[in-house]
């Protein structure tokens, strides 16, 4: 069945830190990938996605790039700060499936 | 417009009762799905509803169940709890059937079972 794998955490950065957290996934067909994200308290938040191999999706700095031939879907931010301090989960919807599948999560703090 | 509304925030449950969990979709959506998040773990998918019905299902035993209702707000209900179903409830609803144009999620129930 479906699978996502991600870098566990937690992660630290300082501010202004360039940010990578790996994503592999497992999927029959051509899934579209997503990354979510959770601050304290709060549901989950769509962060940026992409339908297809070879695409981008960008968001508040944040970038990831759909890797077929490798199965990931890294994010990655150049500078972060302290307001992006959450939970960061990867996920993917099978072309034919209705419903997502996610990795564990990463947590990630940002210091001043 | 509103988002999902999910009720309540919190509640505490003893083993072996009954629960039941509220979901509002957001306006406009007519598809609602419902995922089970434990401490530490990614959301795990339970069960979708479309139209009234159960579109499709996780692992999960039936003791877990839901409705949803002609305005598209659903319930779940979970029978004999057991300590382990101690977690985050998330409701995220659809446009459609398929989620072609996103999820939104609300904030969660967070249920302990004692």
């Known amino acids: 069945g479906d699978s996502v794998t991600q870098m566990e955490g937690p992660v630290t950065l300082s501010e202004e830190a360039f940010l990578t957290i790996n994503c592999t996934y497992t999927a029959t067909g051509y899934p579209s990938l997503f990354w979510y994200v959770q601050y304290p308290g709060e549901g989950l938040q769509l962060l940026l996605k992409a339908t297809k191999a070879d695409d981008k999706g960008s968001n508040k700095g944040f970038e990831a790039t759909y890797r077929k031939e490798t199965t990931s879907f890294h994010l990655e931010k150049g500078s972060v700060q302290v307001s992006d301090s959450a939970v960061y989960f990867c996920?993917?919807?099978?072309?034919?499936?209705?419903?997502?599948?996610f990795g564990k999560g990463t947590l990630l703090t940002v210091n001043p | 417009e509103t988002g999902v509304t999910q009720s309540p925030t919190h509640l505490i449950k003893t083993r072996g009762q009954q629960v039941t969990l509220r979901c509002s979709s957001q306006s406009g959506h007519n598809t609602v799905s419902w995922y089970q998040q434990a401490l530490g773990q990614g959301p795990q998918f339970i069960f979708q509803y479309y139209r009234e019905e159960e579109n499709g299902r996780g692992n999960f035993p039936p003791r877990f169940s839901g409705l949803q209702f002609p305005n598209y707000s659903s319930e779940l209900n979970v029978n004999a709890l057991e300590l382990d179903d101690s977690a985050l409830y998330l409701c995220a609803s659809s446009l459609d059937l398929q989620g072609s144009y996103g999820y939104t999620f609300g904030s969660g129930t967070r249920l302990t079972v004692v």
């Open positions: 996920a993917l919807k099978g072309g034919s499936n209705y419903k997502l599948t």
